[in-house]
């Protein structure tokens, strides 16, 4: 069964600084893998995604994350966090078997705080 | 062009009785999944609608069902509300067409159903 590890529930840094949320990933299969944001009373927002190709994917608002097989993890950076990177993270993964057709299976979130 | 919309945004009930939520998907889309978002917790899949017809079941009890409308909008209905009921819940919209090269799923912002 597929599974995805968010180390760290909270991670804190300060403005500018390097944002680093980690991210690992149980798949009997390659997997497909995302990021998705969460605001306060919002719902989720993709940041990014992983199918094939590149194992460096570029998303939205300045973030990426790195695919790494071998260490079977898809961790999230942005270089300088900015006080609207507060949020809720939440990496995802998806079985590319058939039988799946996608469904989303979530880490429990790391919640971002990002101090002036 | 509008986006995955829920109603209503928020519901109280109390333990016994049933709710219905409503979805309507993104523009385009002919799939809507539904996912549970307990606090402090990561969704968790409840149940895929396509071509009005449950696709796919996550490890929810009978007591939440679904239904698909020929427009692709969904309903979510659970019976005999438990005070574990209580959460966030998020509908997502997306294509068939595609989900093998890692189809994005949009997300609502989801009815939040607190449970007394």
């Known amino acids: 069964a597929q599974s995805v590890t968010q180390l760290g529930s909270h991670v804190s840094v300060s403005e500018g600084a390097l944002v680093l949320l980690r991210c690992n990933y149980s798949s009997s299969v390659p997997p497909y893998l995302f990021w998705y944001v969460q605001y306060p009373n919002q719902g989720l927002q993709l940041l990014l995604k992983y199918t094939t190709g590149a194992t460096l994917v570029k998303g939205i608002n300045g973030f990426e994350a790195e695919f790494k097989k071998s260490e079977t993890s898809f961790h999230l950076t942005k270089p300088s966090a900015h006080m609207s990177d507060a949020a809720e993270y939440f990496c995802?993964?998806?079985?590319?078997?058939?039988?799946?057709?996608?469904?989303?299976?979530f880490g429990k979130g790391t919640k971002l705080s990002v101090k002036p | 062009d509008a986006g995955v919309t829920q109603s209503p945004t928020h519901l109280i009930k109390t333990r016994g009785q049933q709710v219905t939520l409503r979805c309507s998907p993104k523009?385009?889309?002919?799939?809507v999944s539904w996912y549970q978002q307990a606090l402090g917790q990561g969704p968790q899949f409840i149940f895929q609608?396509?071509?009005?017809?449950?696709?796919q079941r996550g490890n929810f009890p009978d007591r939440f069902s679904g239904h698909q409308f020929p427009n692709y909008s969904s309903e979510l209905n659970v019976n005999a509300l438990l005070l574990g009921d209580s959460a966030l819940y998020l509908c997502?919209?997306?294509?068939?067409?595609?989900?093998?090269?890692?189809?994005?799923?949009?997300f609502g912002a989801g009815t939040r159903l607190s449970v007394l």
């Open positions: 995802a993964v998806s079985d590319t078997n058939g039988g799946s057709q996608g469904n989303l299976i």
């Open positions: 997502a919209s997306s294509l068939a067409r595609g989900w093998d090269r890692g189809n994005i799923q949009y």
């Open positions: 523009s385009g889309h002919d799939t």
């Open positions: 609608y396509y071509e009005e017809e449950e696709r």
